[in-house]
């Protein structure tokens, strides 16, 4: 087995039987190709296919496809081509949308528990370490491409990492392997055709180990990362109150360097897009502003927008349709006791009535709408608007209630506030 087989072998998870190969037809996915194709002769367990992304980038996207098509019926290997369109992306970077159009197929394509395999190597780390430098990364940044990380139903993994790419073209040399050059590859328009063509050539010429010196950077960056995670992971136990807020009070006894490790890996985990620098000011001001203040800070990347907001003693922060208020004219007609899904979450409360004479109840619901009252046991009939600021909920947690009327009277604000004589059941 040659060593580079082995190190694929080494790198998948126990019991991998699912291996997808991302196959672009370029130098390194067609050795990873057939690296994977040499392993899988070793496992007949290992059910072996692949994938061809089309960007439609380049006059030659038919050729990479077609050629990709012929390795794959040579191998006897399943490939599944698909077209994806770069403008359904809202980015400036067309690198980076052909990238999120790759992703998008990726995590749709994967089947449970199956294992993705892509070609980046060693000098694919150093590029992106550079880009990432000179973007002013943290250490997030810096730790570069991850080894592997989860995807869909199954893991991406880049066995050929620490590989360098002269490795990689002399096994493909010794294998008499062919493999298509994407044209773009030498445009030094893109950033990191840049950094491969003009400025790494430089830095080898003068340090011997630049990109071994490099790549170890990414890998103590990655473990100075988990370092920060792990901090994180403590921090928020102690101040999380729900999963979109934090109690300012714990929050704030931080150091300002933790407050943002505790905020970065909160939205991380959560997926939202995190705030570019001058949004990071911004965010200080809001959760050091006077309790009494309802400040509100936005900030996006493309169709997603991610709002924070204070309120009372916690920081809420979450897309931005978590503090949508329930549209004016929604409503619905409901028996008081079936669940019922609605447009702020899904109704799982009975409603009964304790007057036995009531017959079978038929309740209207819908959005508030203002100057509503309700008659409450040993209260009287009072401001719902009150009542409502007397339970300390946020203002647009209150704009997001259901109104539950019988006829012309109004029984329940969501389970919140119950008309007398009623009663809710969990």
Same mark, same amino acid.
């Given at each position: 087995?040659?060593?580079?087989?082995?190190? %694929?072998?080494?790198?998948?998870?126990?019991?991998?039987?699912k291996v997808c190969i991302a196959l672009s037809g370029g130098l390194d996915s067609r050795v990873l190709f057939e690296l994977?194709?040499?392993?899988?002769?070793?496992?007949?367990? %290992?059910?072996?296919?692949?994938?061809? %992304?089309?960007?439609? !980038?380049?006059?030659?996207? &038919?050729?990479?496809?077609?050629?990709?098509q012929v390795i794959c019926n040579t191998?006897?290997?399943?490939?599944?081509?698909?077209?994806?369109?770069t403008n359904n992306f809202a980015t400036a970077s067309l690198e980076d949308r052909a990238r999120r159009?790759?992703?998008?197929?990726?995590?749709?394509?994967?089947?449970? &528990?199956?294992?993705?395999?892509?070609?980046?190597?060693? *000098?694919?780390?150093?590029?992106? !370490?550079? !880009?990432?430098?000179?973007?002013?990364?943290?250490?997030?940044?810096?730790a570069s491409i991850p080894l592997q990380r989860p995807l869909g139903k199954g893991l991406i993994l880049r066995?050929?990492?620490?590989?360098?790419?002269?490795?990689?073209?002399?096994?493909?040399?010794?294998?008499?392997?062919?493999?298509?050059? *994407?044209?773009?590859?030498?445009?030094?328009?893109? &950033?990191?055709?840049?950094?491969?063509?003009?400025?790494?050539p430089l830095l080898q010429k003068r340090f011997a180990n630049t990109n071994p010196n490099l790549a170890r950077v990414t890998q103590l960056a990655a473990e100075s990362q988990q370092l920060n995670q792990d901090l994180a992971q403590l921090d928020l136990a102690n101040c999380q109150l729900t999963e979109h807020s934090l109690n300012l009070e714990s929050f704030l006894k931080l150091a300002d360097y933790r407050q943002v490790n505790l905020l970065r890996y909160w939205?991380?985990?959560?997926?939202?897009?995190?705030?570019?620098?001058? %949004?990071?000011?911004?965010?200080?001001?809001?959760?050091?502003?006077?309790?009494d203040t309802q400040p509100i800070i936005c900030w996006d990347k493309g169709?997603?927008?991610?709002?924070?907001?204070?309120?009372?003693?916690?920081?809420?922060?979450?897309?931005?349709?978590?503090?949508?208020?329930?549209?004016?004219?929604?409503?619905?007609?409901?028996?008081?006791?079936?669940?019922l899904n609605t447009p702020v979450g899904r109704i799982n409360f009975q409603l009964v009535s304790q007057q036995e004479d009531n017959p079978k109840p038929n309740f209207r619901l819908q959005a508030?709408?203002?100057?509503?009252?309700?008659?409450?046991?040993?209260?009287?009939?009072?401001?719902?608007?009150?009542? !409502?600021?007397?339970?300390?909920?946020?203002?647009?947690?209150?704009?997001?209630l259901i109104f539950i009327w019988q006829n012309k009277t109004l029984v329940a604000v969501d389970k919140y506030l119950v008309a007398e004589d009623w009663q809710i059941v969990n």
């Amino acid at each position: 087995m040659h060593p580079l087989v082995k190190k %694929i072998q080494l790198a998948l998870p126990a019991n991998t039987s699912k291996v997808c190969i991302a196959l672009s037809g370029g130098l390194d996915s067609r050795v990873l190709f057939e690296l994977a194709r040499q392993l899988a002769e070793h496992q007949p367990n %290992i059910q072996l296919r692949a994938l061809h %992304i089309h960007h439609q !980038l380049s006059k030659f996207a &038919d050729d990479w496809a077609a050629f990709s098509q012929v390795i794959c019926n040579t191998a006897q290997v399943p490939l599944s081509i698909h077209q994806v369109n770069t403008n359904n992306f809202a980015t400036a970077s067309l690198e980076d949308r052909a990238r999120r159009a790759r992703y998008q197929v990726f995590e749709q394509e994967l089947q449970t &528990d199956e294992v993705l395999l892509q070609g980046h190597h060693q *000098d694919d780390q150093v590029e992106t !370490l550079l !880009l990432r430098l000179l973007r002013g990364a943290g250490t997030l940044g810096l730790a570069s491409i991850p080894l592997q990380r989860p995807l869909g139903k199954g893991l991406i993994l880049r066995p050929l990492l620490n590989t360098p790419r002269a490795e990689l073209l002399k096994f493909a040399q010794a294998a008499d392997l062919k493999w298509v050059e *994407d044209d773009s590859n030498f445009e030094v328009d893109f &950033d990191r055709n840049f950094l491969r063509l003009e400025v790494l050539p430089l830095l080898q010429k003068r340090f011997a180990n630049t990109n071994p010196n490099l790549a170890r950077v990414t890998q103590l960056a990655a473990e100075s990362q988990q370092l920060n995670q792990d901090l994180a992971q403590l921090d928020l136990a102690n101040c999380q109150l729900t999963e979109h807020s934090l109690n300012l009070e714990s929050f704030l006894k931080l150091a300002d360097y933790r407050q943002v490790n505790l905020l970065r890996y909160w939205l991380k985990t959560r997926n939202l897009t995190l705030p570019g620098h001058k %949004i990071w000011q911004e965010l200080t001001k809001l959760y050091s502003a006077a309790e009494d203040t309802q400040p509100i800070i936005c900030w996006d990347k493309g169709t997603e927008q991610v709002e924070a907001r204070r309120f009372q003693n916690q920081l809420f922060i979450a897309p931005s349709q978590y503090f949508q208020p329930l549209a004016k004219d929604w409503h619905a007609n409901w028996d008081g006791k079936t669940p019922l899904n609605t447009p702020v979450g899904r109704i799982n409360f009975q409603l009964v009535s304790q007057q036995e004479d009531n017959p079978k109840p038929n309740f209207r619901l819908q959005a508030r709408q203002g100057g509503e009252t309700l008659r409450q046991a040993k209260r009287g009939q009072r401001d719902v608007k009150r009542l !409502l600021q007397e339970l300390h909920l946020p203002p647009w947690q209150r704009n997001q209630l259901i109104f539950i009327w019988q006829n012309k009277t109004l029984v329940a604000v969501d389970k919140y506030l119950v008309a007398e004589d009623w009663q809710i059941v969990n």
